[in-house]
């Protein structure tokens, strides 16, 4: 589920978890680098967005009393750009998620990729999946997750972005976000899910989960889901579009795309999981969905 069972027996090629404190991984790793957790990256397959022409990097965005760091690219010296609330896998606000943001950036949106686990831990730092699940993907509550992205909203706006277009999307763990935040944000116009849980048990910090929430969807989703995933059933995929389909008028308007052969983590083009395919035809329908649905 999520992570956990994926990477198989990549753990053993990892080396030993790096010795950051959590202020020198937010200070040194917002956007660069890439988790011990998915060490060796592909180096063969990385996608590089150059940046020239945006402005990026690390940016601050005040939640209440707290500094959240998180990841911006934009077209440089432009305002009233459309948003896109950019929501990372498990390992954080790494090189991979940096460069999605940047691709955003060259078809004229912002992009804000928060970091979200910096209250409960250093994402980036855990060479074993298990630990990281459990020492801190575990401990983060929902509520304060829409609390954080609420804020990262209210922070474009303040710069001058056009919040009215204003979508969202993520990978695995972020791709289940992503269904939160459209059930939670009455403004938000559509949202792009990729192989995102879709059911799981009620928490103390995860009370609901997708399938419980469709009939409060404010945005339509397309959820991108991977045929071969092991963590998420394609019968969770039959279920989730049969709650959607008596759902509200955003959750009839949802859509998914199944691609038959490919697993989990499919965009990660960092990982022997990516399927260029796949990801090059999720990432054309994502831009597409945005544009269909008042995010552009």
């Not at 949106?109 to 250093?122: K, T």
């Not at 929902?142 to 804020?151: E, F, I, K, Y």
């Not at 008028?249 to 990982?271: G, M, N, W």
């Amino acid at each position: 589920m999520d992570e956990t069972s994926l990477l198989g027996d990549v753990n053993a090629l990892v080396p030993p978890s790096r010795e950051f404190s959590r202020r020198d991984f937010v200070r040194t790793s917002v956007g660069t680098g890439f988790a011990a957790a998915v060490l060796p990256v592909c180096a063969q397959t990385v996608v590089k967005t150059d940046s020239a022409g945006l402005v990026v990097g690390e940016v601050t965005i005040p939640v209440g009393n707290f500094k959240m760091p998180a990841y911006r690219a934009a077209p440089e010296g432009k305002t009233g750009l459309p948003v896109v609330l950019l929501i990372s896998e498990i390992f954080g606000v790494h090189e991979h998620i940096a460069d999605v943001a940047r691709r955003f950036a060259r078809q004229g949106y912002c992009a804000i990729a928060p970091e979200l686990f910096v209250r409960q831990g250093d994402a980036g730092s855990y060479g074993e999946i298990a630990k990281l699940m459990s020492e801190v993907v575990a401990k983060v509550p929902d509520a304060q997750v829409m609390g954080d992205l609420d804020a990262t909203v209210a922070w474009a706006r303040a710069q001058g972005m056009d919040t009215g277009k204003l979508g969202i999307t993520g990978f695995c763990w972020g791709g289940r976000i992503t269904w939160l935040y459209a059930a939670h944000n009455p403004a938000l116009k559509a949202g792009v899910a990729w192989y995102g849980r879709l059911v799981g048990a009620a928490s103390e910090l995860t009370p609901k989960h997708p399938l419980d929430l469709v009939a409060g969807l404010n945005g339509p989703v397309l959820g991108l889901y991977g045929g071969q995933d092991a963590g998420i059933p394609l019968d969770t995929v039959d279920k989730m579009k049969a709650a959607l389909a008596g759902g509200s008028a955003a959750a009839r308007k949802s859509e998914f795309v199944v691609y038959p052969d490919a697993p989990h983590a499919f965009h990660a083009d960092y990982r022997p999981s990516y399927r260029k395919d796949a990801a090059d035809d999720g990432w054309k329908r994502c831009l597409a969905w945005f544009k269909a649905n008042g995010v552009a």
